[in-house]
């Protein structure tokens, strides 16, 4: 009987189906950073040698300065959180908040009629949602409805702390790079002026004068203030995401009427997203 049961269950959930999710590649990002390289790297090559705007001394004081100054700031641990967070900017998962609406709503239908336990055979389905896998197997296992909201809380505040201390990072860098790029600048003139008796120090002195402060305004302007402003705004999708499976979580754990439920989600989703499940 065990087996029939279990068969059973299994057939119920297979009319539910998940929101599909596909890694793919931020083209915006891409472009819009490394066309404007391009278009710098463009002119530079048709006003004269581009090799004139390579400078070893520069691109140490401006980029190991900048990433010195920033760890100070911080700690290891947190750099390294900011380049895998940086880095699923621009790999990252596709995923509409009106999909994940209805997903949740079909999750909540079906406990509704079958009970909890139907959802067992379904929650290893849901790896790739790491919030809605979390609340579904606490209800499985028999946690309720309150528990689930405040440990599924703590666990979107964890990610939103996470999210915002790289956002810091970043920002911090691109504070920090035209402050090393103006050090660099006083570095070069001390050089030069320093030495005008030997006419050929004054040109390596007035590059590294120059050149720091250009490396400086590129790095701040063109890699780090574009990605803290897109890691904030893939942040906000997240937490939109994270807080349907929270509220879908609870409600079910709670038993509470999936009609309800849409409403709470209609009030958290944009106009252009809101949903009509029962309608």
Same mark, same amino acid.
Request: proline share 5%; aromatic share 6%.
């Given at each position: 009987?065990?087996?029939?049961?279990?068969?059973?269950?299994?057939?119920?959930?297979?009319?539910?189906?998940?929101?599909?999710?596909?890694?793919?590649?931020?083209?915006?990002?891409? /472009?819009?950073?490394?066309?404007?390289?391009? +278009?710098?790297?463009?002119?530079?090559?048709?006003?004269?040698?581009?090799?004139?705007?390579?400078?070893?001394?520069?691109?140490?004081?401006?980029?190991?300065?900048? /990433?010195?100054?920033?760890?100070?700031?911080?700690?290891?641990?947190?750099?390294?959180?900011?380049?895998?967070?940086?880095?699923?900017?621009?790999?990252?998962?596709?995923?509409?908040?009106?999909?994940?609406?209805?997903?949740?709503?079909?999750?909540?239908? +079906?406990? $509704?009629?079958?009970?909890?336990?139907?959802?067992?055979?379904?929650?290893?389905?849901?790896?790739?949602? @790491?919030?809605?896998?979390?609340?579904?197997?606490?209800?499985?296992?028999?946690?309720?409805?309150?528990?689930?909201?405040?440990?599924?809380?703590? @666990?979107? =505040?964890?990610?939103? $702390?996470?999210?915002?201390?790289?956002?810091?990072?970043?920002?911090?860098?691109?504070?920090?790079?035209?402050?090393?790029? +103006?050090?660099?600048?006083?570095?070069?003139?001390? =050089?030069?002026?320093?030495?005008?008796?030997?006419?050929?120090?004054?040109?390596?002195?007035?590059?590294?004068?120059?050149?720091?402060?250009?490396?400086?305004?590129?790095?701040?302007?063109?890699?780090?203030?574009?990605?803290?402003?897109?890691?904030? $705004?893939?942040?906000?999708?997240?937490?939109?995401?994270?807080?349907?499976?929270?509220?879908?979580?609870?409600?079910?754990?709670?038993?509470?009427?999936?009609? $309800? +439920?849409?409403?709470?989600?209609?009030?958290?989703?944009?106009?252009?997203?809101?949903? @009509?499940?029962?309608?």
């Amino acid at each position: 009987m065990s087996t029939e049961a279990e068969s059973e269950t299994q057939k119920s959930t297979e009319y539910v189906r998940a929101p599909s999710v596909r890694f793919i590649v931020d083209i915006a990002t891409l /472009f819009g950073i490394i066309g404007a390289f391009a +278009l710098i790297i463009t002119a530079i090559a048709l006003g004269g040698s581009p090799y004139a705007f390579i400078d070893i001394p520069s691109i140490c004081i401006v980029i190991g300065g900048t /990433f010195g100054i920033t760890i100070a700031c911080y700690s290891f641990r947190d750099i390294w959180t900011a380049v895998s967070i940086v880095v699923s900017t621009v790999f990252y998962q596709t995923r509409s908040p009106s999909s994940a609406a209805l997903h949740v709503l079909q999750l909540a239908q +079906l406990s $509704r009629r079958k009970g909890l336990l139907a959802m067992e055979p379904y929650v290893p389905r849901l790896m790739n949602e @790491e919030m809605l896998h979390k609340g579904l197997k606490m209800l499985v296992e028999g946690a309720t409805g309150d528990e689930i909201e405040s440990i599924m809380q703590g @666990e979107m =505040q964890a990610a939103a $702390r996470r999210h915002t201390r790289t956002v810091g990072v970043l920002r911090k860098a691109a504070e920090i790079s035209p402050a090393m790029g +103006l050090i660099g600048t006083l570095v070069g003139l001390v =050089q030069m002026l320093g030495n005008l008796s030997d006419p050929s120090t004054i040109g390596p002195g007035m590059a590294v004068a120059l050149l720091t402060t250009f490396y400086g305004a590129v790095l701040a302007n063109m890699v780090f203030t574009p990605l803290a402003s897109k890691l904030e $705004r893939n942040s906000s999708e997240e937490a939109l995401i994270n807080q349907i499976h929270v509220m879908a979580a609870t409600s079910i754990g709670r038993q509470e009427n999936p009609r $309800r +439920l849409e409403m709470l989600l209609n009030t958290i989703l944009p106009p252009d997203h809101r949903i @009509e499940y029962f309608g």
